[in-house]
């Protein structure tokens, strides 16, 4: 899963930071001048709003490219919308219980900037995923590269790997190894007892694992097949590898295609 870009950079944090702000205010000034709430009123239901609407909108990154049909965008945003809204008339229930009667007016505002603001965002989301998938390396340029290179002489596979800790050396069987994931110029292994970093190439381990039992199901991990329960669709072209670790692993076209030749799906 792409890293949000909130995390990611600091600028998307200071930036979003001030845009929830700015929001936070017009939406107390609008609710003070034009519905005479009282500024305590007027503050707590736009920050209480607000600050449901920032929450969903910053979880909506994890649903982009996901969520495909139109009618559960639609949806999402209604009750996005609903939720951001219940927020504000819970907050002036327990202010002022019993006069309520200018929240219906606030209503069609709060909906046009919601609107607003969330297409905006989904838009920009959209945008920022979109150029993401380009920056990666598609698999199948890789793989076609790495066929087109000569092959390394025959040598025997693998039956444990070694890796040093220290002062210590760790043999890790097949059996006990999970998946394999690149790691820079290193890789990591991961076990049912642990993690352990090895300096060794993801090349390496493809020609050097028995290939019936592991599979490179993207260009950064190699699976073992055997800890594999389910294969889902995760997004247009790629796919997730379920172990029975409960652990979700990315898999690209050609990788999900590698997996149904393997394992006879």
């Given at each position: 899963?792409?890293t949000h870009?909130?995390?990611?950079s600091?600028?998307?944090?200071?930036?979003?930071?001030?845009?929830a702000?700015?929001?936070?205010?017009?939406?107390?000034?609008?609710?003070?001048?034009?519905?005479?709430?009282?500024?305590?009123?007027a503050w707590?239901?736009?920050l209480?709003?607000?600050?449901?609407?920032?929450?969903?909108?910053?979880l909506l990154?994890?649903?982009?490219?996901v969520l495909?049909p139109?009618?559960?965008?639609?949806?999402?945003?209604?009750?996005?919308?609903?939720?951001?809204?219940?927020g504000?008339?819970m907050?002036?229930t327990?202010?002022c219980?019993?006069?309520?009667?200018?929240?219906?007016?606030?209503?069609?505002?709060r909906?046009?900037?919601g609107?607003?603001?969330?297409?905006?965002?989904?838009?920009?989301?959209f945008?920022?995923?979109?150029e993401?998938?380009?920056?990666?390396?598609?698999?199948?340029?890789?793989?076609?590269?790495?066929?087109?290179?000569?092959?390394p002489?025959?040598?025997?596979l693998?039956d444990?790997?070694?890796v040093?800790?220290?002062?210590?050396?760790?043999?890790i069987?097949l059996d006990?190894?999970?998946?394999?994931?690149?790691?820079?110029?290193y890789?990591?292994l991961f076990?049912?007892?642990?993690?352990?970093?090895?300096?060794?190439t993801?090349?390496y381990f493809e020609t050097?694992?028995?290939e019936?039992?592991f599979?490179?199901i993207?260009r950064s991990?190699?699976?073992?097949?055997?800890?594999?329960?389910?294969?889902?669709?995760?997004?247009?072209?790629?796919y997730?590898?379920?172990?029975k670790t409960?652990?979700?692993?990315r898999a690209?076209l050609?990788?999900y295609?590698?997996?149904?030749?393997r394992?006879?799906?």
């Open positions: 899963m792409q870009p909130f995390i990611n600091v600028f998307y944090r200071i930036a979003g930071i001030m845009l702000s700015i929001a936070c205010c017009t939406g107390a000034l609008l609710l003070y001048y034009y519905e005479h709430t009282g500024w305590l009123l707590l239901d736009s209480v709003s607000v600050g449901l609407f920032s929450v969903s909108g910053f990154w994890y649903v982009t490219g495909r139109i009618q559960a965008q639609i949806a999402l945003t209604i009750g996005v919308l609903a939720i951001s809204t219940i504000g008339y907050v002036g327990l202010i219980p019993g006069r309520m009667e200018w929240f219906a007016s606030t209503i069609p505002f909906f046009l900037f609107l607003l603001g969330w297409i905006i965002l989904a838009q920009w989301y945008i920022r995923w979109k993401i998938r380009k920056e990666e390396p598609s698999e199948d340029s890789l793989v076609s590269v790495e066929t087109e290179t000569s092959l002489p025959e040598e025997a693998l444990r790997i070694s040093k800790d220290g002062t210590r050396i760790h043999l069987r006990e190894l999970l998946y394999i994931q690149a790691s820079g110029d890789v990591t076990t049912s007892t642990g993690q352990y970093v090895k300096e060794q993801m090349k050097h694992l028995p019936n039992a599979i490179r993207h991990c190699i699976v073992n097949s055997g800890e594999i329960i389910r294969v889902e669709l995760f997004g247009k072209d790629s997730q590898v379920r172990l409960g652990v979700c692993l690209s050609t990788g295609r590698l997996l149904k030749e394992l006879s799906l």
